[in-house]
């Protein structure tokens, strides 16, 4: 499958601390997505990193990118009860298709 | 800020019924898509749109079809509702992914479908 596929599935942490998740895939990408799903709501886009980028920052959000593992992290540091969300990465791999992965649920405890 | 707008947030239908669902964007964007999302499988592409009256199969385009009339305006039909068609629907749209740049999608609150 070209399926990005997420770790951990599921992330329950305290508030203040880091959360970290992964993205693994298969095929040659083009560029790469981090999305956040509110329960019950749209997508809502975070970042993008090109495929010959290694590192994106965003606020409190940190991406990496690494092509020859075919991997990805987001890293939410100091996180919020309100960061609480669905967590997907999505590859552009070519085209207009946009291939999502399953997603990392994060539970941050107030 | 991009505007993607679902019809619906919620419908319950009967099996057999033909289904509409309806998606506007208000940012003259060239593409638009359809996904459902289930439990475990995220996001599954159904159909997408590049143009007007122009449209692309996506991963599971069985039991649905499309329209695109209108560059703002993309539907999704289901000819005849059956039950295995229940989840959320995703409606997105994008600038333009032919660039890679370009390529953020702006989605709809959803609609989350249940057949009877």
């Known amino acids: 499958s070209q399926q990005g596929e997420e770790d951990p599935q599921a992330l329950s942490i305290q508030e203040g601390e880091n959360a970290t998740m992964n993205c693994s895939y298969k095929?040659?990408?083009?560029?790469l997505q981090w999305y956040r799903q509110n329960s019950g709501r749209g997508l809502v886009h975070l970042i993008l990193?090109?495929?010959?980028?290694r590192e994106k920052h965003s606020g409190r959000l940190r991406v990496t990118l690494d092509t020859s593992k075919k991997s990805s992290s987001l890293l939410i540091t100091a996180s919020r009860a309100a960061d609480t969300a669905s967590y997907f990465c999505?590859?552009?791999?070519?085209?207009?298709?946009?291939?999502f992965g399953a997603g990392t649920r994060l539970f941050v405890k107030a | 800020d991009v505007k993607v707008t679902q019809s619906s947030r919620y419908l319950v239908k009967r099996t057999g019924e033909k289904v509409f669902l309806e998606c506007v964007q208000d940012?003259?964007?060239?593409?638009m898509f359809w996904y459902r999302q289930d439990p475990g499988l995220g996001l599954r592409l159904i159909y997408f749109?590049?143009?007007?009256?122009?449209?692309e199969k996506g991963d599971i385009p069985e039991g649905y079809s499309v329209s695109r009339e209108k560059k703002e305006r993309f539907s999704l039909i289901l000819e005849s509702a059956s039950t295995n068609q229940t989840s959320m629907y995703l409606c997105?749209?994008?600038?333009?992914?032919?660039?890679?740049?370009?390529?953020?999608?702006?989605f709809g609150a959803g609609t989350r479908l249940s057949v009877l």
């Open positions: 749109s590049y143009d007007v009256k122009m449209k």
């Open positions: 999505a590859l552009l791999t070519g085209g207009f298709k946009t291939i």
């Open positions: 990193i090109r495929s010959n980028e």
């Open positions: 997105a749209s994008s600038l333009s992914a032919r660039f890679y740049t370009k390529n953020i999608q702006y």
């Open positions: 095929t040659s990408i083009n560029n």
């Open positions: 940012m003259d964007h060239e593409n």
